[in-house]
């Protein structure tokens, strides 16, 4: 009898551990990345691996906020906010490759690849300035509303978009003559501009949406508020937006509101809103397509996602305020 | 009467709208006008920066020039300066009837003129005074606030307190007029979030022997238990030495020490930075150094200002002339205050909601409301009179 028991007992443990062990090579049969953190007040990039192990801290420049792919797979370019410059970071040498200076008060990055051309809006100044990458050459300067932020050049490099955060508008350039289109008025404060297809996707900080335009027609389409279960709208302070083309779901970090939220691309729809650290603003998505890393700037740390569950695996330290990340295979 | 009318250049290429309209505003000042005790000391020293609020309504017309373009709107600034020997009334026909105007008087002035302006509908903004009896029994509805209430600064307090823990409070108040209004409604708000009030004391600024547990703050502050002390001090005077004297050692709170205010120069979030620098330094001609920040009363002006310019948008056409009535009125009306909340009209006193910040001289410890003080309709309106608390209704 008691040996029957035994063996029950036995061959339960058996069961539960050779479960455990399929679910932890499971686990682990995510492909490798490595990720770079800019952090606004250390000046400095982390590498960190899949493991969300910090593997180099790199000290850069004064206040490096917005980061973008360089034109070739090493190269990461970085706005240096406090220093007016942008640099070029090798993430495979770990050190700065070289920099265009002066580029008053860069702030964030876009870069059109084929045609070896960068973006940067120019926070202080209330414009956008346009660089040649391999000769380091000004091209343009435009004009914008008030503390400029998130800027982005559509695929086949004939137009650009720049949000003005002061000003609630988006300007519209034609990318190629550099002649103001339009401008597009949006609810308050506007952060960050994400294209997905043929929409422009604008999130409000202030307004606490995300507001969905038409890129050809620029006439708004829709809009997305967030407001989760036991918050107010107004506390809903959305910054950075990412897509996941393999899903179709775009990813928001609600700042202040210490979350992230999920939502359907084509149906608008909120699906989920998942508890990560203080201040949610950048975000970053794995190789794979199964981890989103969520930067909290408040709590000087990320949050790693897992996707399939929608659960967050664990948070690890950062440097102080991380601003901006970039995944690379 | 001075009278002078600034013309913003209008370098509009009006994209959206082919016709410009016209925004106009007015700020109503009394430059020559006593006001005692108003941030000045004993020997000149002062003791609270008082100052205009014209450059703050300049910085927000300069800051909503893309709007204004995008809107195809042309801004139109008239500023009144009221002289004291002449009849009010007489002079307040000088404003357009279709401006916002910042009324920027004395108490006793601002109240008679705000009452004339209000029976001509027209539409008026206080910055200047915190006084909660011009939004709970003046209750005008052409009278709009964006200056915080007492209520506000002293909510914003009292959570502060709660939150901290620092629960027993004892108040050391001035001889004042006002310092016993002010006094009553600090009562208020400690007694809204649960402190207990240990005393209640008044100092003086006689130096007489007779007086010596009046005037020495040591004395003052003695034979009671407390947490903190909460010193009001309208004109700044004797408030001044009491922290570092407590009879026992506290933290001092209220018009000295730890003090809530609608703006600060060292906001470090929220993109404060950013409005800060660009007040000292928008005006090439006249720069201010990096110490110096929007007052509560400028702040106030400037996001009267913006108000408006940040909510062009909820008006489907702009006719000739932008009404800030229409505007106001207006549900979706909406403000970036650069204090991580949008700012918004409350219906039944026209008071702007917004936080409130806790600060030293050089550091924002804490922006309220606090954590864990909700509100079921809006989180911000734990601060101030709420709608059921108001005798002012006007929604």
Redesign the interface.
């Known amino acids: 009898m008691k040996a029957n028991y035994n063996k029950a007992v036995f061959y339960r443990l058996f069961i539960m551990h050779v479960i455990l062990v399929l679910a932890l090579i499971g686990g682990t049969k995510v492909s490798a990345f490595e990720a770079l953190l800019t952090n606004e007040r250390s000046g400095d990039v982390i590498h960190i691996d899949r493991s969300g192990s910090t593997t180099h801290v790199v000290p850069i420049c004064n206040r490096p906020r917005g980061m973008v792919s360089g034109l070739i797979d090493s190269h990461v370019i970085i706005a240096c906010s406090d220093d007016h410059k942008v640099i070029v970071y090798d993430r495979a040498a770990r050190e700065i490759h070289s920099e265009i200076s002066p580029v008053q008060g860069a702030m964030n990055v876009a870069v059109h690849k084929a045609s070896g051309r960068l973006f940067v809006t120019n926070e202080g100044a209330a414009r956008a300035s346009v660089f040649d990458l391999s000769s380091s050459q000004l091209i343009a300067e435009l004009p914008t509303g008030l503390e400029p932020d998130g800027i982005a050049i559509t695929d086949d490099g004939k137009t650009l978009f720049v949000a003005s955060e002061n000003a609630g508008l988006v300007h519209v350039f034609d990318a190629t003559t550099y002649a103001q289109e339009e401008v597009i008025k949006t609810n308050l404060r506007p952060r960050r501009i994400a294209l997905f297809k043929s929409e422009l996707w604008v999130s409000s900080e202030m307004g606490s949406r995300v507001e969905i335009f038409d890129i050809e027609t620029r006439k708004k389409k829709d809009e997305v508020i967030f407001a989760p279960k036991g918050f107010r709208p107004e506390q809903m302070t959305p910054v950075d937006i990412l897509f996941n083309d393999s899903t179709n779901e775009a990813y928001v970090a609600l700042g202040s509101a210490n979350h992230v939220a999920i939502v359907d691309a084509t149906k608008r729809k909120i699906t989920k809103y998942i508890l990560v650290g203080r201040r949610a603003w950048g975000l970053g998505l794995s190789p794979d397509q199964k981890t989103l890393i969520v930067l909290n700037g408040l709590s000087d740390d990320f949050t790693l996602i897992d996707l399939k569950t929608k659960r967050p695996q664990l948070t690890k330290r950062a440097g102080l305020i991380p601003h901006s990340i970039k995944v690379f295979e | 009467m001075r009278l002078s009318i600034i013309l913003f250049i209008a370098v509009t290429s009006l994209?959206?709208h082919s016709i410009a309209a016209n925004l106009h505003l007015a700020i109503v000042t009394a430059s020559n006008a006593e006001t005692p005790g108003r941030g000045r000391s004993f020997a000149g020293i002062l003791t609270r920066v008082e100052r205009p609020v014209r450059r703050a309504v300049e910085l927000a017309l300069f800051?909503?020039k893309?709007?204004f373009?995008?809107?195809g709107i042309v801004p139109e600034l008239q500023v009144i300066d009221m002289d004291a020997t002449k009849p009010l009334d007489e002079q307040l026909k000088a404003i357009r009837s279709t401006a916002l105007t910042i009324l920027d008087l004395p108490r006793p002035e601002f109240i008679e003129a705000a009452k004339i302006l209000d029976q001509k509908g027209q539409t008026i903004v206080n910055v200047r005074h915190p006084d909660t009896d011009l939004r709970d029994t003046l209750c005008l509805p052409s009278l709009f606030h964006t200056i915080p209430s007492e209520r506000m600064y002293f909510d914003a307090l009292g959570q502060f307190l709660i939150y901290r823990g620092w629960r027993k409070v004892l108040i050391v108040h001035g001889p004042t007029e006002k310092d016993k209004v002010r006094t009553k409604i600090l009562e208020q708000s400690l007694k809204k979030f649960g402190a207990d009030i240990s005393d209640l004391r008044e100092f003086t600024l006689s130096h007489h022997p007779d007086d010596r547990d009046k005037n020495k703050p040591e004395f003052l502050t003695g034979g009671a238990s407390y947490d903190v002390v909460a010193v009001i001090d309208s004109a700044r005077d004797f408030g001044r030495y009491i922290q570092f004297s407590t009879r026992r050692a506290r933290p001092v709170v209220g018009d000295v020490g730890l003090t809530p205010v609608g703006w600060h120069r060292a906001l470090e979030r929220y993109?404060a930075p950013?409005l800060n620098?660009?007040y000292q330094l928008f005006d090439e001609d006249k720069p201010l150094s990096a110490s110096e920040a929007m007052s509560d009363q400028e702040f106030a002006a400037w996001s009267a200002v913006k108000l408006i310019t940040?909510s062009l948008?909820t008006v489907d056409s702009i006719a000739e002339t932008v009404n800030p009535r229409d505007i106001l009125a207006h549900p979706g009306a909406?403000?970036?205050l650069y204090k991580?909340?949008?700012g918004s009209i409350r219906k039944w006193n026209n008071q702007l909601r917004q936080p409130i910040l806790l600060a030293t001289g050089d550091a924002v410890v804490a922006v309220a409301p606090m954590p864990k003080f909700l509100?079921p309709k809006?989180?911000?309106d734990t601060l101030g009179l709420d709608e059921p608390e108001s005798r002012c209704n006007l929604r």
């Open positions: 994209m959206n800051e909503s893309t709007s373009e995008a809107f993109g950013q620098e660009r940040n948008g909406q403000v970036d991580g909340t949008r509100h809006h989180y911000v």
